[in-house]
């Protein structure tokens, strides 16, 4: 079973960055989910796929992997690349484009 490693990207509902501090380590499902016949619901015999572990750092995460000898993936985290916008730089002196109503 291998094991992913990744810092979560925020929500498109997120305006902060809650949640997006730690490093989190989830498993890949062993067996793909199965529908039940009577109720129609997905059901899944791997109790792995339901655990999320969260770490501070990267090299927790990793040095966990490596004593429960648990095979692992470390995906880096893509630079944020955002300009600050504020609804005051609409009204500020040094405007770069013209005033239009």
Known sequence: MTARIYKPSKT?????TANTKDWVLDFEPEAPRQVEPL????SSGDM????KLRFA??????AYCERQGVAYQVFEAKPVARRAISYADNFAFKRRDAWTH
């Open 48 to 51: 792995r796929q339901q655990l």
């Open 57 to 62: 750092t990267k090299e927790e995460a990793v």
């Open 39 to 42: 109720m129609g619901w997905t």
């Open 12 to 16: 498109a509902m997120q305006s902060g």
